[in-house]
């Protein structure tokens, strides 16, 4: 089987800096994605890790560390616009097949 | 570029009737295709995903199947609606590291 968990809401101020954890177990991982994904709208992607390390894109980093299932999602100033549920998703290979498990995903609020 | 179409955006369907969402991958040859469910309020739920034409592998056992007839089609159909239906259908494609979503159906069932 597998766990995903991350917290399910935060709340930040405009202009900050906010980090979303994600930890996981699971057999066969191969790689960790995150998602944003605004109220009644289907998720975008926004990174993914498979190595361990810091990726950074613009104002969203995404961390992993494979030894500790364990990922985050940094976001630096902070839009309004950044209010949505944010979903980390784990890869998983078994038998040739490549399978994507979602978390329930967080929900940020981004407040003035 | 890929691109991947889904449709219909949204649907109400009264319960005992049929259902069949279609989704469609431009732009790439060969990807692996997946449909989730999204209750109100819950997390992503993997129903099938499909490596091939004609190769589904079901997640979960319920009141739904998919079928792979072409290379870049997956649909996700039902012969008997349930209330419990109920939620966002997202089909997803990934290929490599790239993995992405449909706009989604928002079914009513009725």
């Known amino acids: 089987g597998q766990n995903i968990d991350q917290p399910t809401e935060m709340t930040a101020t405009e202009g900050a800096i906010v980090q979303i954890n994600c930890t996981y177990q699971?057999?066969?991982?191969?790689?960790l994605f995150w998602y944003q994904q605004h109220a009644g709208e289907a998720p975008t992607f926004l990174s993914y890790?498979?190595?361990?390390g810091l990726e950074e894109k613009g104002r969203f980093s995404s961390f992993l560390s494979r030894s500790k299932g364990y990922s985050y999602l940094l976001l630096k100033e902070l839009q309004m616009k950044d209010s949505a549920s944010y979903l980390c998703?784990?890869?998983?290979?078994?038998?040739?097949?490549?399978?994507?498990?979602f978390g329930t995903g967080t929900k940020l609020q981004v407040i003035p | 570029s890929q691109t991947i179409h889904q449709w219909p955006a949204t649907l109400v369907q009264p319960v005992g009737s049929p259902l069949s969402l279609e989704c469609t991958v431009e732009?790439?040859?060969?990807?692996?295709l997946y449909w989730y469910r999204q209750a109100a309020g819950r997390g992503l739920q993997l129903l099938f995903y499909?490596?091939?034409?004609?190769?589904i592998s079901s997640e979960v056992p319920q009141n739904l199947s998919a079928s792979r007839p072409q290379d870049r089609q997956f649909i996700l159909s039902s012969k008997k609606l349930l209330l419990s239906d109920s939620g966002f259908y997202l089909c997803?494609?990934?290929?490599?590291?790239?993995?992405?979503f449909g706009q989604g159906t928002r079914l009513t069932v009725v």
């Open positions: 997803a494609w990934k290929q490599g590291a790239n993995a992405f």
């Open positions: 699971t057999s066969g991982f191969n790689g």
């Open positions: 890790n498979v190595l361990d």
């Open positions: 998703a784990v890869r998983r290979d078994s038998g040739g097949y490549q399978k994507v498990t």
């Open positions: 732009g790439t040859s060969n990807p692996n």
């Open positions: 499909s490596v091939g034409i004609g190769q």
